[in-house]
Structures are given as structure tokens and as C-alpha cells.
């Protein structure tokens, strides 16, 4: 290697690393990693919010078919004969 080649790769190699050293290029990486960061907890607050909606909706189905049923609506247990109390967890019938 001759000293003008040298040169060559040294120019060339400075040129890359000044590429990777680009202060432009570190607030869009930043940029990204923080719009990735937010995308994705909106997506995992969106699976709660989901997961949350379709538990209500359960419970929703549950209490109504224990009450169809006669049941108690808390935990679907059967009521006294005469008190009108759920003989599983005390509550009152209030339906
Ligand atoms: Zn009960």
C-alpha cells in the first residue's frame, strides 16, 4: 500500500464515520424509538381497555342470566326460602 492509497481508505473510513456520528441521524433514531415507545403502549392500553370492556360484558351476561335464573346476581347462589338472602354469601335479593 502506497501512502496515496492510504489516504484514499483514510478520507473514505473518516467519511463513514462521520455518516455514523451525524448528529442528524441520532434525533431521528431518538425520534423513532420514542414514536415505537408510544405505539406500543398505545397498543398495550388499547388490549387493556379490550380485555377490561369484555370481562364488563361477561359480567355483565353473568349477572343477567343469574338473574333470569333467580340466582343471586353477585355469585349465583341460591336464595333462602323466607329471608330472600343468598344462602352462599349472605346478600339480599335487591332485584
Ligand atoms: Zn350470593
Redesign the pocket.
Known sequence: MNSSDFAKRYVSFYKELKTWKNIKVIPEVKKRVIRFAKETRKRKEEEIRIEKEQRRKLEEYQRKSRIAEGR?Q????KFSFFGKT?K????KKDY
Not at 88 to 91: D, E, I, K, P, V
Open positions: 343471586c353477585y355469585c349465583g347462589g343468598c352462599n354469601c349472605g346478600r
